[in-house]
């Protein structure tokens, strides 16, 4: 019995610290950071998988989550975090006397950048078994980083047992195992940069020529300048959708995941969902951290309707 809409499973770093200056230094060089002394103290709660899942959780999904992470998951009090968002932690593997990893994600003025990360004991998730339980009884599963063995396991299986599947993420990453990940989702999320890293290792000249892979839909997301969604019946465009201001971009492309398989799993049209996506990451920019401002379904479909002049009926 389908008891979860969504599974969301992927071991990487659950601690965030954002640091953001006017530009990049050169090598050798120091820069100020430009930024509030609180933030640059902040340590935030993250990960792909469970950034989507918190999300989901928010709109108000019956969504789980697995991953591998530390016993401070517990200590850091993320884990009670995720329950009082919905979530469901069977699918969670805490390591006893272990460390979960940390981000620390460099930004310049234009936000470009790059991110340095210590996995912790992430970095053993092939160690333990994917949840195959907990993925038997949901309807859609998406998978983020780490692209291994442990989440392979766990989207083949999604598809064994009829689930809606999907990729979040460098799925180039993957090495020999990516056709493997490939052949088995239905549908792709990735961001320009990790489009163009799986174009290129599979000598792709567009997202399009991924489609013959498996997906049946690749979505590449493309910030303020929104979607480009690619299917057998062509390119669409779809909108982005301004926030009230924007502070920080930090999970921004995960909480456009979560939004959109909201709107897809409830029977929404592609372009209705994409705009989902997009209204729900727009909440997200607009303060420091990935999971700090989540939206509820009621103030999604107010915005929603603000900019796109008709209601959301979820």
Same mark, same amino acid.
């Given at each position: 019995?389908?008891?979860?809409?969504?599974?969301?499973?992927?071991?990487?770093?659950?601690?965030?610290?954002?640091?953001?200056?006017?530009?990049?230094?050169?090598?050798?060089?120091?820069?100020?950071?430009?930024?509030?002394?609180?933030?640059?103290?902040?340590?935030?709660?993250?990960?792909?998988?469970?950034?989507?899942?918190?999300?989901?959780?928010?709109?108000?999904?019956?969504?789980?989550?697995?991953?591998?992470?530390?016993?401070?998951?517990?200590?850091?009090?993320?884990?009670?975090?995720?329950?009082?968002?919905?979530?469901?932690?069977?699918?969670?593997?805490?390591?006893?006397?272990?460390?979960?990893?940390?981000?620390?994600?460099?930004?310049?003025?234009?936000?470009? &950048?790059?991110?340095?990360?210590?996995?912790?004991?992430?970095?053993?998730?092939?160690?333990?078994?994917?949840?195959?339980?907990?993925?038997?009884?949901?309807?859609?599963?998406?998978?983020?980083?780490?692209?291994?063995?442990?989440?392979?396991?766990?989207?083949?299986?999604?598809?064994?047992?009829?689930?809606?599947?999907?990729?979040?993420?460098?799925?180039?990453?993957?090495?020999?195992?990516?056709?493997?990940?490939?052949?088995?989702?239905?549908?792709?999320?990735?961001?320009? &940069?990790?489009?163009?890293?799986?174009?290129?290792?599979?000598?792709?000249?567009?997202?399009?020529?991924?489609?013959?892979?498996?997906?049946?839909?690749?979505?590449?997301?493309?910030?303020?300048?929104?979607?480009?969604?690619?299917?057998?019946?062509?390119?669409?465009?779809?909108?982005?959708?301004?926030?009230?201001?924007?502070?920080?971009?930090?999970?921004?492309?995960?909480?456009?995941?979560?939004?959109?398989?909201?709107?897809?799993?409830?029977?929404?049209?592609?372009?209705?969902?994409?705009?989902?996506?997009?209204?729900?990451?727009?909440?997200?920019?607009?303060?420091?951290?990935?999971?700090?401002?989540?939206?509820?379904?009621?103030?999604?479909?107010?915005?929603?309707?603000?900019?796109?002049?008709?209601?959301?009926?979820?």
């Amino acid at each position: 019995m389908k008891t979860l809409e969504l599974f969301s499973i992927g071991s990487w770093t659950i601690f965030d610290h954002l640091l953001r200056m006017k530009r990049l230094p050169r090598d050798g060089e120091t820069v100020p950071l430009d930024m509030p002394m609180e933030e640059v103290e902040a340590i935030h709660f993250g990960d792909c998988s469970a950034n989507i899942a918190a999300v989901a959780g928010a709109l108000g999904m019956k969504v789980g989550l697995g991953m591998v992470v530390g016993d401070d998951f517990r200590s850091s009090g993320y884990a009670d975090h995720m329950i009082r968002n919905g979530v469901d932690l069977g699918g969670v593997e805490v390591v006893a006397g272990e460390r979960s990893g940390h981000s620390f994600n460099f930004f310049d003025a234009a936000n470009g &950048g790059f991110c340095v990360s210590h996995l912790g004991i992430a970095e053993k998730q092939d160690d333990w078994r994917a949840p195959l339980e907990e993925i038997e009884r949901s309807g859609a599963v998406v998978i983020s980083e780490a692209f291994s063995p442990y989440t392979l396991d766990a989207i083949e299986h999604g598809r064994r047992t009829g689930a809606l599947t999907a990729i979040n993420g460098m799925v180039a990453t993957a090495g020999a195992l990516a056709p493997r990940f490939l052949a088995a989702t239905d549908i792709l999320f990735l961001s320009r &940069g990790e489009a163009d890293e799986l174009m290129r290792s599979l000598g792709a000249a567009s997202p399009a020529d991924i489609l013959p892979h498996g997906p049946r839909l690749v979505v590449v997301t493309r910030g303020g300048e929104g979607s480009a969604w690619y299917s057998n019946d062509g390119r669409q465009d779809m909108p982005s959708v301004k926030p009230a201001t924007f502070v920080d971009s930090t999970g921004a492309g995960d909480s456009f995941v979560a939004g959109t398989l909201k709107g897809l799993i409830a029977g929404q049209s592609n372009e209705t969902a994409a705009r989902i996506g997009a209204t729900v990451a727009s909440f997200v920019i607009e303060k420091w951290g990935c999971q700090t401002n989540l939206p509820s379904l009621a103030q999604v479909a107010e915005r929603f309707e603000a900019n796109f002049g008709r209601k959301l009926s979820l």
